[in-house]
Nanobody, 124 residues
């Protein structure tokens, strides 16, 4: 059974960068599309980005386009989310997920395996 573990979260100042990692075990991640989601206190979970199983297609929420980059290294069974020019509103728990498809609107319903999340706090 596929298991996902996120890492790389932390406290960063506005304008700074972080790179999140999503390490998979129990199965090969290259069988799945991989997505990143986030949930801020008092808000619903939001799709941030996803990448198809081959890495050839990516989708992003409008709020992160041009600032975040999703990637994957199937040889390392790991996916990444590079986050640049971070803003206060990016503060949230970030979750990695895997599923059969990466759709244009990054739907959480497309993903069936989820990690535990990693906290990202953007604050001066």
């Amino acid at each position: 059974q596929l298991q996902l573990v996120e890492s790389g979260g932390g406290l960063v100042q506005p304008g700074g960068s972080l790179r999140l990692s999503c390490a998979a075990s129990g199965s090969t991640l290259d069988n799945y599309a991989t997505g990143w989601f986030r949930q801020a206190p008092g808000k619903e979970r939001e799709g941030v980005s996803c990448i198809d199983s081959s890495g050839g297609s990516t989708n992003y929420a409008d709020s992160v386009k041009g600032r975040f980059t999703i990637s994957r290294d199937n040889a390392k069974n790991t996916a990444y989310l590079q986050m640049n020019s971070l803003k206060h509103e990016d503060t949230a728990v970030y979750y990695c997920a895997a599923g059969p498809v990466c759709s244009a609107y990054v739907f959480s319903a497309d993903f069936s395996s989820w990690g535990q999340g990693t906290q990202v706090t953007v604050s001066s």
